[in-house]
């Protein structure tokens, strides 16, 4: 998954405290000069923020999609979709200006994930266990509206440290996700890790280099370089010399063009 801001979720089950924590969370992030989206997961299968007989829903009733609504105070922005990947919703709060995403939920969908922290409330031991077993990477925190023992935070009277781990697992992030920025981010594996986010993560720990990505070492000995809106694009040498002569067959058949089959091939795409 390609995340783009640093993104975290509070997960558990219903009652267990996610709301509070977001309600913790939130304004002590702002304080540090962050600016947090928060994404709600709903399971409800056909919930709807809209209703029945309004003039939106006949709007939806039409075709219409997105549907916005408009007010002096707000703006509602109601878009039909069904399985959007997490990265697109990264890429949608960036576009509103923020730069870090909360989500409340998905657990099913992050659980596994690497690079999205988790923040894991639990209403008892048993659910401490159940979750501890299937938690993979990057656990920012248990924690409870009980207190059940010194491995699970209160969420009330033990905040400031889950907003110390928080905002400790948000800059760690961010400086990851520049690190990453920087690699081909093909998750080719001649790096000998299995992703770039792995590598990323070990560069972080200052127990690899930029210099280990090796497409991005190999990037000024190819002779093919692709562009797209003013963004190089990484490529492997196959795809590159794949793209150079399929572009030096497609031109030496014009007219006046003398090819000899060793030209460097330069191919930038704009709007």
Known sequence: MRVNCPMLAVIGRKASGKTAVIETLVPQLIKEGFSVASVKHIAHENFSIDREGSDTWRHWK???????AFSRNEVDIMIKARNVPLEEISKAALSFGANVVILEGFSSMVLGERGIGKIVCVRSLKEYDEFREHIKHDLIAFCSLQDLGAQILNIKSECKILVEKTLNFIKKRAKIIEILNSLARLDCGRCGRNTCEELAEEIYYG????KDCVVMEMRNRLNTKVTVR????PLQPFTSEFIRRT???????????????????????SK
């Not at 003013?230 to 694009?233: K, Q, S």
């Not at 497609?250 to 795409?269: A, C, P, Q, R, T």
């Open 62 to 68: 039409v075709g219409a999609n997105p549907v916005i």
């Open 207 to 210: 127990n690899a280099s930029v």
């Open 230 to 233: 003013g963004e190089d694009v």
């Open 247 to 269: 572009i030096l067959a497609m031109v030496s058949s014009l007219k006046n063009v003398e090819i000899s089959g060793d030209e460097s091939v330069h191919v930038n795409i």
